[in-house]
């Protein structure tokens, strides 16, 4: 199966891009929801709960894990994949979701400027400016946390009147960082589901990026490109659910991802 992890439920807006362009792969979807959310945490924590994570879904039978999970791609991927990889599992291959990313978000902006909306601990990594200078040198890249944002999706309070009054303040923020920003990124896999308050706050000619479908089409050419890895992979077109919460608190909000009607199992670690 294809491994997809996030801190909660994040990584969901990842797994229906993928599951849309690999229908007939199966995938084990991994949310740490008792430990949601991982963004301001500190380096050493986030690693840990990223490696206990990659760590069970190796047993449950991932060669491939993807980080649906910003932070965990800033904070804990080229740890896991230079110092723990070659120990625990040679064989097997661990992916993040900044990369991708970094590769194609300048081809969207025109003025060349653009902001990045993520966690304190994605932004306070740098990994976003860093990977997108290999790729667009000459791109100018703004930065903005949002840390309430998480934890308002976690609680479902998309509409809130809280949630309005953060969305309003953190990309007033980012705006006023840079005018000439035409293209803002959504760097955090939660936020797809603030997008029409955030889509709010922004005048109409900027462009407003989420990574699902970039996510997915670069691991469509990753499996095209590594078919030692792609033969190891179940194709029954199944899915299934694992929480480090509660299945019933991990069914409830997986329906505000448009997840409805599925079955969910306890994993601990
Ligand atoms: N979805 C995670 C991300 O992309 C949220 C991290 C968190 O738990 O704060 O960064």
């Not at 902001?115 to 304190?120: A, D, F, H, K, V």
Request: net charge negative.
């Amino acid at each position: 199966m294809i491994g997809v992890f996030d801190s909660g439920f994040g990584g969901l807006t990842i797994l229906r891009e993928l599951r849309k362009v690999l229908p007939q792969y199966d995938f084990l979807y991994l949310g740490d929801n008792a430990r949601a959310p991982y963004g301001s945490r500190t380096f050493e924590t986030i690693y840990r709960y990223t490696l206990e994570a990659v760590t069970a879904l190796f047993d449950k039978g991932c060669p491939l894990v993807i980080l649906a999970c910003n932070t965990a791609s800033a904070r804990a991927l080229r740890t896991i994949q230079q110092q723990d990889l070659p120990h625990i599992a040679p064989n097997n291959r661990v992916l993040g979701i900044i990369r991708p990313t970094a590769e194609e978000i300048g081809n969207i902006s025109k003025t060349g400027h653009i902001g990045i909306l993520g966690t304190t601990g994605t932004v306070a990594s740098g990994s976003y400016p860093l990977e997108i200078q290999h790729f667009f040198p000459n791109l100018a890249v703004s930065q903005q946390a949002c840390p309430l944002w998480v934890p308002l999706v976690e609680n479902g309070e998309l509409n809130s009147e809280g949630a309005r009054y953060f969305v309003h303040q953190d990309v007033s923020k980012l705006l006023a960082q840079d005018p000439q920003i035409d293209t803002v990124l959504l760097a955090c896999t939660h936020y797809p589901l603030l997008e029409p308050l955030i889509r709010l706050e922004l005048p109409s000619q900027i462009a407003l990026v989420a990574q699902g479908e970039i996510v997915a089409s670069k691991t469509v050419e990753y499996l095209k490109k590594h078919p030692e890895i792609d033969s190891k992979l179940k194709k029954n077109g199944k899915t299934h659910f694992f929480t480090t919460d509660t299945p019933e608190f991990f069914e409830m909000g997986a329906s505000l991802f448009g997840e409805t009607q599925i079955f969910a199992e306890s994993l601990t670690f």
